[in-house]
């Protein structure tokens, strides 16, 4: 499979990272800002860093930008900017774009342009940490509707050595374990302890449960909330 | 040289005797033999408290069983004692998320 083609229209905090991650994974990233900073931020680590105007045209075809199959505009403090540069390689002809929005109304008007996904990081990131602060014993959530989540448990003490079936976490709280994040230790190349983590998806009622592993759980909000709260 | 331990026992300062105990206890976490390799660590810091690979193993087996605040704890000790320690400091920064 041809590897994807990424380009980062904006470097700020977010669109910075998004490059980085995506150079990490092995993409090849064209990254994008007007500030020269914010270009020789990232120059070394992805594919190709250009310092321009994202909003002219002319540019963005010079670049060849409607050859990515993947933009992602991460331009928050000028909303004029974003949605005029979300419509240009629109017309470009990129097929998958993904905004940064910082507003409701950002968002509204970049959803409407028919665009793939409209992100909130701010917000994303706010909502995580409050998560984290009310329920410390989740490590991480994915809201899947208003009412169902998925979310990552490390197990507790009493469930090690003890079946899935064996666990009040379906019977009781009917919560539905759809896979188990188990740590596998290995010495690494510098010849150091370490550990890599092993994903379980779709464990069978009979699986055992080792210490430190982490249940990753499908279910309602208010039963993940009460099994939270047994705990 | 002797150092006072916290059980009130005494042993005698002995680096070499420190890497035999951190050699072994890396066996036992290999092994999975979690609370063994924590103990086994435990007698090499006694024997070198300030050998900074008795505390990285301790926050690796830490962090594995999921008690970050513990490992942090650790790997913040393997620094203090060899800050050029990379694996402690990659570790680190995965757990403070920075």
Redesign the interface.
Known sequence: MPKRQFVVIGLGRFGHHVALSLAQKGCEVLAIDSSEDSVAAVADHVTQAVQCDATDEKALRALGVNNFDVAVVSIGENIEASILIVMTIKELGVKEIIAKAVTPIHGKVLSNLGIAKVVFPERDAAIRVANSLVAPNIIDYLELSSNYSIVEI?VAEGMVDKMLKETDIRAKHGLTVIAIRR?V????D?G????TEELRVSPSADDKI???D?LVVLGSNNRIASYEASR | MLKNIPNGNAVELDPKKSAEYVELGEFYFINQKWDKAIETLQKALEYDPKNPEGYYNLGVIFEARNKKPDAKEMFEKALHHKPEHKAAAEHLRRLVGA
């Open positions: 490390p740590k230790p290995y010495i690494n510098e150091e302890s370490d550990f080792a210490e430190g982490i």
